[in-house]
């Protein structure tokens, strides 16, 4: 038989309603938030190669992600976020987002960018751009027939009460390039990376040269002659990150367990290969780990 509840008139009949109600919904919303797990995206650059590029600002608006043919909405800004992302090299990144959401699997991500397209007179504000040593800038736009975003396949899931962290790497050196016009062209190549899967290489660099000396990654055994010059017009075409030589250090992040080649290359100002310096072979990265090294770069093995 059900319990029968006696009802009063009065302070005595609102009371009990309240209780009911809060019994009814309490529970519900307290479960929904207890539920939900933490989702972090960063991004992150492997730096371009030419030295009078001072700044390469790019604008986000939203962030969402595909799940089961449909898009979810993680993050919309109020105002357009602004990344120079030459600012985020060498293992650091700039935190996107970092929030509590609903559990599930998803496919991609799909991030809305402030950035012009060239085959309209449409003027986006704040506008992405390339920032030169003399003050100068110029606007970034995206590939002929791309629309202003960044689509990327990414296979991830949100746990209840888990923490998914993500970090997007966006290979400035691979991405942009200068179409017959003169203009800057974005063509986004992007590594996802599950960040508590990575580690990163830290060398100190003893007899170095005065000129600009970048590193080069590849997995063990990849280079060879042909990576100096590839038919689209990108040199190392199929590093899997690289860096700059910076007060004889130079260090490289997010890189997955497995063991690397480290290519030092000497460049012009505007990115042109002067010379290989050699190679700094089998160097082993494991995750969540700082694999630190010596190199001479007057005693590494041929290229």
């Not at 492997?46 to 043919?69: T, Y």
């Not at 209840?160 to 790497?169: C, F, M, N, Q, V």
Request: hydrophobic share 40%.
């Amino acid at each position: 038989m059900a319990a029968v509840i006696p009802i009063h008139s009065g302070m005595k009949t609102i009371k009990l309603f309240l209780i009911l109600a809060l019994l009814a919904l309490g529970p519900t919303a307290c479960d929904n938030e207890a539920l939900k797990g933490t989702l972090k995206i960063s991004i992150t650059d492997a730096p371009i190669d030419s030295k009078n590029i001072k700044s390469v600002n790019i604008f986000f608006k939203n962030l969402e992600a595909s799940q089961n043919g449909s898009w979810k909405s993680f993050k919309n800004f109020e105002q357009p976020v602004g990344v120079n992302l030459m600012s985020y090299t060498g293992g650091k990144s700039f935190l996107l987002i970092d929030q509590f959401t609903n559990p599930g699997e998803f496919q991609q991500l799909r991030m809305d960018l402030n950035i012009a397209n060239r085959n309209s007179s449409l003027i986006v504000n704040p506008q992405s751009n390339i920032e030169f040593i003399d003050g100068s800038t110029q606007p970034i736009y995206m590939k002929e027939g791309l629309e202003p975003q960044l689509i990327v396949d990414a296979q991830f899931g949100i746990a209840s009460r888990g923490l998914t962290d993500i970090t997007l790497d966006l290979d400035l050196r691979k991405s942009i390039r200068k179409n017959d016009a003169g203009e800057f062209v974005l063509e986004p190549v992007i590594r996802v990376l599950n960040t508590f899967d990575t580690g990163s290489i830290r060398a100190d660099v003893i007899n170095t040269t005065t000129e600009k000396v970048v590193v080069y990654v590849y997995k063990q055994g990849a280079f060879n002659s042909s990576e100096l010059q590839s038919g689209n017009g990108i040199s190392f075409p199929n590093a899997i990150s690289s860096a700059s030589l910076a007060n004889d250090k130079v260090q490289v992040g997010f890189l997955s367990s497995d063991s690397y080649d480290l290519i030092f290359v000497k460049l012009a100002e505007d990115g042109t290969v002067l010379d290989v310096l050699g190679k700094k072979q089998n160097v082993e990265v494991t995750k969540g780990n700082v694999n630190e090294i010596q190199v001479d770069i007057s005693a590494l093995s041929p290229s």
